[in-house]
């Protein structure tokens, strides 16, 4: 069974660009989540989406951040724009959901650097 | 909100021996989960092992276990017969039991290294 697939795995940017990362969740997981991990930090959750509709986009910076989910399988998430800040990886993890003890797994994350 | 607090930034032992990283964390829920995950330098996060709160016995995989004291709230992470292949960091989290799919709360990490 195929994991969690993230692209790109790195990408640098100016400031200012815009930047948009991937996630192909595990086949038949109807929750997807993207993380946002500082260097020396844990991951902090953005959004949660339950197929195509995001139920928990509390911590996702509205102003320059944006993310969809369309027909509840892949899923984009896009800076715009991006600041020096920014700079950090984004996780994306998918879980089957509606399970109490549910597992959330990871995607190797893209790394985002912004000069 | 919840928090979850790892103390140790950094620890060593020698392959073949036993080590324990530290997990505390604060919530008001009396139904929760915990977890620890691996993060090598692929950065791909991987669960080691798991623990549902209502559960008395504490949660083994192999080699890993885990000491759960819910009243200290302390979830700590023992690794037994260190590998080579246990150096990473390892990520205590928490997820409560409301929506069945919540984000994870994750600490700040403990970076383990193994001594050859």
């Known amino acids: 069974e195929a994991g969690v697939v993230q692209s790109p795995r790195y990408k640098i940017i100016e400031k200012k660009q815009p930047v948009a990362f991937w996630c192909n969740p595990i086949?038949?997981?109807?929750?997807l989540y993207w993380y946002l991990q500082n260097l020396g930090q844990g991951p902090e959750l953005l959004i949660r989406?339950?197929?195509?509709?995001?139920?928990?986009d509390s911590q996702l910076p509205k102003d320059r951040f944006s993310a969809e989910r369309l027909k509840g399988v892949d899923s984009t998430l896009k800076i715009q724009p991006a600041e020096l800040g920014d700079s950090a990886v984004y996780l994306c993890?998918?879980?089957?959901?509606?399970?109490?003890?549910?597992?959330?797994?990871f995607g190797p994350g893209t790394r985002l650097t912004v000069l | 909100a919840q928090t979850v607090t790892q103390s140790q930034p950094e620890m060593s032992v020698q392959e073949a021996e036993t080590v324990t990283l530290s997990c505390t964390y604060d919530?008001?829920?009396?139904?929760?989960?915990l977890f620890w995950y691996k993060q090598p330098p692929s950065r791909q996060m991987i669960l080691v092992i798991r623990?549902?709160?209502?559960?008395?016995q504490n949660a083994t995989e192999n080699r890993f276990s885990v000491n759960f004291q819910k009243a200290a709230k302390s979830f700590s992470l023992k690794i037994s017969d260190s590998q080579l292949g246990d150096a990473a960091m390892y990520f205590c989290?928490?997820?409560?039991?409301?929506?069945?799919?919540?984000?994870?709360?994750f600490g700040k990490g403990t970076h383990l290294i193994i001594q050859p």
């Open positions: 086949s038949g997981h109807n929750t």
């Open positions: 989406y339950e197929n195509e509709e995001a139920v928990d």
């Open positions: 919530t008001s829920e009396s139904d929760y989960y």
């Open positions: 993890a998918s879980s089957a959901g509606g399970v109490r003890t549910d597992t959330q797994y």
């Open positions: 989290a928490f997820r409560g039991s409301g929506g069945g799919a919540d984000g994870l709360t």
């Open positions: 623990q549902e709160a209502y559960k008395q």
